[in-house]
């Protein structure tokens, strides 16, 4: 089945940075999403992305499908963005979303 | 907006015991989902559901388990036995039209097992 790797595993970073968060899959994908689960555990949607660029305020993702990567950007970071972000993707003929290890975000104030 | 609710938010059960999760998909939707996180690790698919049956099942998903839609709007997922190892967040999740649409998630519930 489908592999889904994220990297950097985790970041800390300073309020006000950027970062860059990549999303790599072995395989070619029907569904692509991105989440960010918060504290309490919760899963939020982010971007659902199979390909192309969509932003939504600091956050945007971009999905280059023929080369099985994703990428989600988060600019002039902010404390309330700390959490794990997770990609999950699954591929033709599967309902299953297959998640990757997740990339823990620390903004500090 | 719509959204996926779940309930309860928590449950803490002896070892043994039968558990029913609760879920209220998005009205539309037609795909029903299940997914586990054990604490500190990724999230795990356990099963999808359509049409009233299951379309598709991890290996996780075994005989312990069993899912159902007993009327329009739940969708509950059941553990028969429980055993320390089932202590998770149990996400129960819902798609419009399957694979190639957007899933959304409920808020989870905690599971422990003692």
């Known amino acids: 089945g489908i592999q889904v790797e994220q990297s950097p595993p985790d970041l800390i970073l300073q309020e006000g940075a950027n970062s860059t968060l990549r999303c790599n899959f072995s395989?070619?994908?029907?569904?692509l999403q991105w989440f960010h689960q918060n504290p309490w555990g919760q899963l939020i949607n982010l971007f659902y992305?199979?390909?192309g660029t969509k932003q939504n305020g600091r956050l945007s993702a971009t999905t280059v499908a023929t080369e099985r990567y994703s990428l989600l950007y988060i600019s002039s970071s902010q404390t309330t963005d700390s959490g794990v972000y997770f990609c999950?993707?699954?591929?033709?003929?599967?309902?299953?979303?297959?998640f990757g290890k997740g990339m823990k975000l620390t903004v500090n104030p | 907006e719509p959204e996926v609710t779940q309930t309860p938010s928590h449950q803490v059960t002896q070892m043994g015991q039968e558990v029913i999760l609760r879920c209220v998909p998005i009205?539309?939707?037609?795909?029903f989902y299940w997914y586990r996180q054990i604490l500190g690790q990724k999230v795990e698919f356990l099963v999808s559901?359509?049409?009233?049956?299951?379309?598709?099942k991890s290996e996780i998903f075994d005989d312990q388990f069993s899912v159902e839609r007993p009327d329009g709007s739940n969708f509950t997922l059941k553990i028969r036995s429980t055993k320390l190892e089932d202590s998770a967040m149990y996400f129960c999740?819902?798609?419009?039209?399957?694979?190639?649409?957007?899933?959304?998630f409920g808020q989870g519930t905690r599971l422990t097992v003692v």
């Open positions: 395989d070619s994908v029907n569904n």
């Open positions: 992305i199979p390909s």
């Open positions: 999950a993707a699954n591929q033709g003929g599967s309902e299953k979303l297959v």
């Open positions: 999740a819902s798609s419009e039209q399957g694979q190639n649409t957007e899933a959304f």
């Open positions: 009205s539309n939707h037609l795909y």
């Open positions: 559901f359509y049409n009233n049956e299951i379309s598709e």
